[in-house]
């Protein structure tokens, strides 16, 4: 059987409707926001390969929706792609529901020649990606016109190849998506045990070593009665970290942990194994290296554990919301200080190593599911460049009549 030739023909040639209201407001047409659940997608909403329900964005009354969406509804499927800030996210509508087209977006409906999940996969893509940004203007925002964006070439194969390779890469999306599930369902279980384990702990260990719950809890702190509270800084002292300015750094083994986490590695290091945390800028975020490492200078770091268990002393600050305690507006700064005169409950080392042990087998369970996410994630990347430039043709069946 001859195998048919792909086309490269203009994305305008693959559409039937473009509905584009950016600019649009309810003040324009005499309305406002409100008095309804209709959601206006806005670019903010869209990222690449879904839409982001989760981000703000405002709702509508039948009577809006009505007075605005004039150009025909949209329907699950149908393909919704930022034309700017950022440019070329491409999302499936995932349902029949009534939404509006707000700020920076479009829906594009395909015509009879193109198989839309085709078309979507298509467009995010790096040849179709590289396509945008070669044509797109504005130096910080980008962005593209539709006049140029219609022109840009799509790689076209027969319709049952395309749907073909929609099935196959719509497959990997499926399977990317029920690891994002479980993990979402290991980071709520994570969430759940650190409320718990940090107020009722895991008990005290019998004769024959089993953990029995705590029975007697301080009236006070409603923490187990054998744990010790005291001053932050009698478990745990912070120390500011240490400048590195980037023309002195050496390459080398030892990471350079900021208040992001590690920006680079450094011949030396100026701390062992153990926890850091942002001092200036990003607030919060609790890192735990398990190797000699250097500070930077917008960073705390645990200088003292005052014979208390490190990993434990990682998941406490995890628990702690150690953020609040910033002050500033434009650049917040976490003030040691403040940190070390908080009162805190402790328990003794035994039972940190206990509630360490229980969360590490958590966190365990997250890295490999991310490890699994990266490498599906891979997998469709090297399947997008083989199917959808034609080096791979996907085998069809021709039913004998």
């Not at 150009?71 to 930022?82: E, L, R």
């Not at 369902?185 to 409320?195: A, C, D, F, R």
């Not at 328990?347 to 890295?367: F, G, H, M, N, R």
Request: with cysteine; net charge positive.
């Amino acid at each position: 059987m001859k195998i048919e030739k792909w086309k490269f023909i203009a994305l305008c040639e693959c559409i039937e409707q473009i509905i584009d209201f950016r600019g649009k407001t309810p003040k324009k047409i005499g309305m406002d926001w409100g008095g309804g659940n209709i959601k206006a997608l806005s670019a903010n909403n869209v990222k690449q390969g879904y839409i982001d329900f989760t981000r703000e964005c405002y709702v509508a009354s039948e009577a809006l929706y009505d007075a605005w969406m004039t150009k025909g509804d949209c329907k699950k499927d149908d393909i919704i792609f930022t034309m700017e800030a950022p440019l070329g996210n491409v999302a499936l509508l995932p349902d029949n529901n009534k939404y509006i087209l707000s700020q920076r977006v479009i829906l594009i409906k395909t015509n009879e020649l193109v198989e839309n999940k085709f078309l979507y996969h298509f467009m995010t893509s790096e040849q179709f990606q590289n396509q945008l940004l070669v044509n797109a203007t504005g130096s910080t925002a980008k962005g593209i016109k539709q006049t140029r964006l219609i022109k840009l070439k799509v790689a076209l194969p027969p319709k049952p190849e395309q749907q073909k390779i929609a099935e196959i890469l719509s497959t990997v999306d499926k399977k990317i998506d029920l690891i994002d599930q479980k993990i979402t369902e290991t980071q709520q279980l994570k969430t759940g045990l650190m409320q718990k384990l940090f107020s009722e702990g895991v008990g005290v260990q019998d004769k024959e070593g089993n953990w029995v719950p705590h029975s007697d809890f301080n009236k006070n702190t409603h923490k187990p009665s054998l744990w010790t509270m005291n001053h932050f800084i009698k478990f745990f002292e912070l120390q500011r970290g240490y400048d590195l300015p980037v023309q002195t750094r050496v390459h080398g083994s030892f990471p350079i942990i900021g208040s992001n986490g590690i920006v680079g590695y450094h011949n030396e290091s100026r701390a062992n194994c153990g926890v850091v945390t942002g001092r200036s800028g990003t607030l919060g975020k609790i890192y735990y290296c398990d190797i000699p490492h250097w500070p930077l200078n917008t960073s705390l770091y645990v200088k003292n554990y005052t014979d208390n268990d490190k990993l434990f002393c990682y998941y406490f600050l995890q628990n702690f919301n150690i953020a609040r305690f910033g002050t500033g507006t434009g650049v917040p700064t976490l003030n040691r200080n403040i940190v070390h005169k908080q009162m805190i409950s402790i328990p003794p080392l035994s039972e940190q190593q206990k509630i360490a042990e229980i969360l590490s087998t958590v966190d365990q369970k997250l890295d490999l599911l991310s490890q699994q996410k990266a490498e599906t994630q891979q997998l469709k990347k090297g399947l997008m460049q083989k199917l959808l430039t034609g080096e791979w043709r996907v085998p069809l069946v021709k039913m004998e009549s």
